[in-house]
C-alpha cells in the first residue's frame, strides 16, 4: 500500500530535549515535505526537499533541521525543542512533477513541556 | 510573498444546506496553482483539486463545485446538498508554477454539517 509513514503519533517531551521526527515512503517520491498546523494559522512549511541531498527552508524553519539521505526518509529533528514548537507535524510526499498528487503521512502531535 | 486567506475560521450549517467557503490569495507570480484539501476528524489530509491560474474555467465534481475568479483573486468552493460527512476542515493552498515547491495555505476552515 502507498503511504507516507510519520513515527511516533504523539510525542511528549521537556525542553532541549533533542528529537528526531521519522518519516517514510514508499512510492519512489522525489519531492518531501515537512509543515506545521497550529490553530488559526493553517499549515505551514518547514522544509522540504527535491530529491536526495537536495534540501531548502520553507516558512517557519527555524529551531528545526531536517536531512535526505535516502529518497524513501525525511527525518524532521528538533535539536533543543522549546514550548512553542508545541504543534502538530505532517510530512508529505509526490513525484516531481505529479503537483496534484501529495501524499501526507497520519500526522505527530508533538507537545514540549 | 504569497498569502491565502480564509475568513471564515468555523461554519455551522444543517444538512442538505448548500455551503460555500472562501478563499482569497495574494501572489506577484503570474502563473500559479491554487488547491483544496479536505481534512477530516481523523487527522489525514485529502487532495480535492488542482486549478492552474491560466484555467479560469469553473469545475463540478458531484456535490463539490469551484469558482475561480482571477480579477478578484479568489477561488471559493460550494458543496451543495451538504451531508454529515462533508464535515472536515477545509483547506485552501497557493504555489507558484515553477516546481511548486513551496505551498502556502490558508488557515482552514472548519465546517460542521448537523443532522
Known amino acids: 500500500e502507498a503511504q507516507v509513514t510519520q513515527n511516533p503519533r504523539y510525542l511528549i517531551t521537556v525542553t532541549g530535549k533533542k528529537l528526531t521526527v521519522t518519516c517514510s515512503q514508499n512510492m519512489n517520491h522525489e519531492y518531501m515535505s515537512w509543515y506545521r498546523q497550529d490553530p488559526g494559522l493553517g499549515l505551514r512549511q518547514i522544509y522540504y526537499s527535491m530529491n536526495v541531498e537536495v534540501t531548502d527552508k520553507g516558512d517557519v524553519p527555524e529551531g528545526y533541521k531536517v536531512s535526505r539521505k535516502e529518497k524513501r526518509n525525511f527525518p524532521l529533528i528538533l535539536e533543543s525543542p522549546s514550548p512553542n514548537q508545541t504543534s502538530l507535524y505532517f510530512c508529505a510526499s509526490r513525484k516531481h512533477r505529479d503537483l496534484e498528487k501529495l501524499f501526507f503521512g497520519s500526522g505527530t502531535q508533538l507537545s514540549v513541556l | 510573498a504569497q498569502k491565502v486567506t480564509q475568513a471564515q475560521t468555523e461554519i455551522s450549517v444543517v444538512e442538505k444546506e448548500d455551503v460555500t467557503l472562501d478563499c482569497v490569495y495574494e501572489?506577484?507570480?503570474?502563473?500559479?496553482?491554487l488547491f483544496w484539501y479536505k481534512q477530516p476528524p481523523s487527522g489525514e489530509l485529502v487532495f480535492l483539486i488542482r486549478r492552474n491560474s491560466f484555467d479560469e474555467q469553473n469545475e463540478i465534481s458531484g456535490r463539490y463545485s469551484w469558482n475561480f475568479q482571477k480579477s478578484t483573486s479568489s477561488f471559493n468552493f460550494t458543496i451543495t446538498a451538504s451531508q454529515v460527512v462533508d464535515s472536515a476542515v477545509y483547506f485552501c493552498a497557493l504555489s507558484g508554477f515553477q516546481g511548486a515547491q513551496k505551498l502556502v495555505f490558508g488557515q482552514g476552515t472548519r465546517l460542521t454539517i448537523n443532522p
Open positions: 501572489t506577484r507570480d503570474t502563473t500559479y496553482y
